[in-house]
């Protein structure tokens, strides 16, 4: 098997950070299909209409796969000032 392309790569680094959120991500068949999408977009003997199908589907693809992960909660100052007053609250 040959060396993966940078497309390749890319697409396995987005399934790689999708799957430290989301357990068994990396088997999923959006992350093979991704894959596979990537080698034919790198395929040198694939056409451009070819191409353009095959990215359109990885785009959606990758897409699903990061919704299937969970959102980082983030957290605002505000959210940090509610957080401090109910400790302070619990313990008084």
Same mark, same amino acid.
């Given at each position: 098997?040959?060396e993966p392309g940078?497309l390749e790569a ?9 799957s430290q959120r989301?357990?068994? =991500? ?6 093979? /299909?991704?894959?596979? !999408?990537? @080698?034919?977009?790198? $395929? &040198?003997?694939?056409?451009?209409? =070819? ?6 589907? /990885?785009?959606?693809? !990758?897409? @699903?796969?990061?919704? $299937? &992960? ?23």
């Open positions: 098997m040959s940078p890319a697409v396995a680094r987005e399934i790689a950070w999708v989301s357990e068994g =991500a990396e088997g999923s068949w959006p992350a093979q /299909l991704a894959v596979r !999408l990537a @080698r034919e977009i790198e $395929a &040198a003997d694939a056409t451009l209409s =070819a191409r353009v199908q095959a990215g359109k589907l /990885l785009h959606s693809t !990758l897409d @699903r796969l990061r919704q $299937a &992960a969970p959102s980082e909660k983030r957290t605002d100052r505000v959210d940090e000032l509610l957080s401090r007053r109910k400790a302070r609250e619990a313990t008084a």
